[in-house]
């Protein structure tokens, strides 16, 4: 039951909090209804951002009689619910939430109840507290990402692949994690256990707190064999890339990891490796976005791809999510839902060690005739197209977010 569909980027009104709406519009089907649902997006023109709205924009509306409408910034919870009650203006039926503000939860899903508009987070984790808050709730469908001890593996990987290639100065761009981003946070934790554990790494605060600095903050191992710096900021609006020229200053570096892009700085770690005429392993937990399918294919002074290493989310597994709402606005939030109680669902990253292995993953991901998650298979989890959808099979599916899964699943068909 594939439909094809034409689509067109339309442009709308400010709304409060937020930039300008974008709208994506489709022509009407003679065997059916176009559903509307709203995508929150925390930023339209970060890569993430726009990795999960092309994959909606240019996949699942060539698949599903389905039309999304697409918030502009959202910079707080606030603007988020201004968001939602717009988009029920114009039509949707529900809302898939990139917006990161889990811990206002509880007063977003009361705007959802008071709109009757459904509700799920696209890619996000939520606490048992805020969880338990809303699960009960029918408005809101539930959760669909990675969960911190994912995400904290994360860091913990990226440090062992790169110790494993015998970093030895190593800077650490902290990002968000000293201004209460939990993933950064929670990234840089896993780097530095790992680094105070494979490597001796002299830690003076417990990892965890130490994650959260807002100092250029260096360590060394007790022979002084490994030098760790530690950079936090961010490098768009805060003082990631003036911290970066500091530490850059003051000495060599061979090893940078991220826990977040690396597309900002890219030009300054350049720099770098021209004056200390040396290479720099870069690595990121980032996302599988065309930006770094772009990177990856260049190269640097040295012949090498400007980046070594991602771990991170990738374009489809937004498809999860969209069978989430569309279950929830076509009458059949049990093939969801267990007795009417909110899902908290997990799902993989995906790390790529090479140029090639980054080309051939973002093919899965991005890909219109084999895709990680293919309108067939969300079709075999939607009550409207399958019998057989059920939250067993739902969850099964949601869960089966790896890269062997995926190959399976694409080569199986």
């Known amino acids: 039951m594939k439909k094809r569909i034409l689509s067109l980027m339309l442009g709308a009104a400010l709304i409060a ?13 003679s065997d059916g209804d176009v559903h509307t649902i709203g995508v929150a997006l925390y930023d339209p023109d ?19 009689p389905v039309k999304f409408i697409f918030s502009g910034k959202l910079t707080d919870s606030e ?15 529900g809302i898939i939430s990139f917006a990161g503000y889990a811990d206002g939860l509880a007063d977003i899903v009361k705007t959802c109840e008071e709109e009757e508009i459904y509700y799920a987070l696209g890619s996000n984790t939520v606490s048992d507290e805020n969880y338990d808050a809303v699960k009960d709730n029918p408005w ?7 969960d911190l001890e994912t995400v904290y593996q994360a860091g913990c990987d990226m440090a062992e692949f790169f110790l494993d290639k015998d970093a030895r100065n190593i800077v650490i761009m ?10 950064h946070q929670v990234r840089t934790w896993g780097m530095l256990n790992t680094l105070e554990e494979k490597s001796g790494l002299v830690l003076d605060k417990d990892a965890e707190e130490l994650s959260a600095t807002d100092k250029v903050t260096e360590l060394a191992d007790k022979d002084g064999n490994l030098h760790v710096t530690i950079c936090p900021g961010y490098t768009e609006g805060g003082e990631g890339l003036d911290n970066l020229e500091t530490v850059f200053a003051e000495g060599e570096c061979d090893t940078v990891m991220s826990a977040f892009h690396v597309s900002s700085y890219l030009d300054k770690i350049s ?31 040295f012949g090498n791809a400007p980046i070594d290493y991602v771990r991170g989310k990738y374009a489809s597994m937004a498809g999860p999510a969209f069978a989430m709402i569309y279950n929830a606005i076509t009458g059949t939030p ?50 409207q197209f399958s019998e057989d959808a059920n939250p067993q099979s739902f969850k099964e599916l949601t869960e089966a977010s790896d890269v062997e899964s995926v190959k399976e699943r694409i080569f199986a068909h």
């Open 334 to 383: 049990d093939a969801v839902e267990e007795d009417g109680v909110a899902v908290r669902l997990y799902q993989n990253l995906w790390t790529a060690k090479s140029e090639e292995e980054y080309i051939e993953l973002y093919g899965y991901a991005t890909g219109i005739y084999e895709n990680a998650y293919s309108c067939d298979d969300l079709m075999e989890v939607i009550g």
């Open 17 to 29: 909090g937020t930039q300008s709406t974008v709208w994506a519009d489709v022509e009407n089907y």
């Open 174 to 183: 902290s990002g968000g994690a000293s201004s209460g981003n939990r993933l």
């Open 271 to 301: 720099d770098k490796e021209k004056e200390q005429d040396s290479n720099i392993m870069v690595g990121a937990i980032d996302s599988f976005t065309e930006q770094n399918f772009e990177i990856f294919k260049e190269k640097d002074s």
């Open 79 to 93: 603007a988020e619910k201004a968001f939602i009650e717009e988009a029920k203006a114009e039509g949707a039926e």
């Open 46 to 64: 970060s890569a993430e951002m726009k990795m999960f709205a092309d994959y909606y924009r240019d996949y699942i509306e060539e698949g599903f």
């Open 140 to 146: 809101y469908m539930g959760s669909v990402g990675p």
